[in-house]
């Protein structure tokens, strides 16, 4: 959500991997349907400095321990501006936007 909000893609789906012991995601693959504004290792690499993916860090950064699961039960999870979700945060637009101008830049 926050590569569209960052203008770096129109559609985006990010997929992460991991085996069990492991901190680190082992791989981060990056669909855009076509729409990114930059290649999908390019993407996979602010990705990787924009945010955390070891899985306590998620469970902070989305503060998955807080009981909001009952709100979400009926008319989904994604793509709901009724009740504040973080996972629907896009605070880190700004981040990735200013990581993508370095990059090009360099």
Known sequence: KNIVAAGLARRCEVQLAYAIGV???LSINVET???GALDADQLVHLIGE????RPGAIIRDLNLRRPIYRQTAAYG??????????WEDTSRAEQ???AAASLAAA
């Open 33 to 35: 349907f076509g729409t």
């Open 23 to 25: 901190a680190r995601p």
């Open 50 to 53: 924009t945010f955390d993916l």
């Open 77 to 86: 999870h994604f793509g709901r501006d009724d009740i504040s979700l973080p």
């Open 96 to 98: 990735l936007k200013n």
